[in-house]
């Protein structure tokens, strides 16, 4: 199982920027995929959570309505569109699986991270 996440950089607030989580040794179609991230001296924290195919995704509450993470099967992806981009977004961003149906911080699987950096 690997993951590996791209797409990151340095952007304005306000802007918006969409990260890719490839994945190989197992279909993604099948198992939640989190996407999380952590900032200098801060803990890492959940940002979005799509459920195995045909179920629902979750966010944190400080992306909701601004975040939107989506599946490409086709391609064994996992996308996480940002907009609205907030200097406080600053932070590596990691996707994740456990091989299950649930994401939660002790994933087992992590791909390495991608920065993204939200210029004022």
């Known amino acids: 199982v690997q993951l590996q996440a791209s797409g990151g950089g340095l952007v304005q607030a306000g802007r918006s920027l969409r990260l890719s989580c490839a994945a190989s040794?197992?279909?993604?179609?099948?198992?939640?995929i989190g996407w999380f991230r952590q900032a200098p001296g801060k803990e890492r924290e959940g940002v979005a959570c799509?459920?195995?195919?045909?179920?629902?995704?979750d966010y944190a509450d400080s992306v909701k309505g601004r975040f939107t993470i989506s599946r490409d099967n086709a391609k064994n992806t996992v996308a996480l569109q940002m907009n609205s981009l907030k200097p406080e977004d600053t932070a590596v961003y990691y996707c994740?699986?456990?091989?299950?149906?649930?994401?939660?911080?002790?994933?087992?699987?992590w791909g390495k991270g991608t920065q993204v950096t939200v210029s004022s």
């Open positions: 994740a699986t456990d091989i299950s149906a649930l994401c939660h911080l002790t994933m087992k699987y």
């Open positions: 040794g197992f279909t993604t179609d099948y198992y939640a």
């Open positions: 799509i459920k195995r195919s045909g179920g629902s995704a």
